[in-house]
């Protein structure tokens, strides 16, 4: 049998923190609409606060930065410009 590790490919919904790690010294807040439930969700480290838990591809997520910043994981990467942001998360 073949006991290796399974490889560490990136997967289309990572913890948020995994997912933004790239921007964590820039990161206040994150938020997302859930219509299902008509509530925000909400991450905000500094608070010790994380409703969001995972992130979803195909969702428009609200990121607040300190400062302009390029995201990336795996293949993807978007432009940050400092105050609010609303990009999609993407699959990879």
Do not use: H, K
Request: net charge negative.
């Amino acid at each position: 049998p073949d006991n290796d590790p399974p490889p560490n490919d990136f997967v289309d919904n990572p913890p948020i923190q995994e997912g933004l790690a790239s921007i964590a010294d820039e990161l206040l807040m994150v938020y997302v609409w859930r219509p299902a439930t008509q509530s925000w969700d909400m991450y905000w480290p500094a608070a010790g606060i994380d409703d969001i838990g995972m992130l979803e591809a195909g969702t428009a997520y609200w990121i607040l930065v300190e400062s302009d910043c390029t995201l990336e994981y795996g293949t993807r990467s978007w432009e940050l410009t400092e105050g609010w942001n609303n990009p999609a998360w993407l699959p990879q």
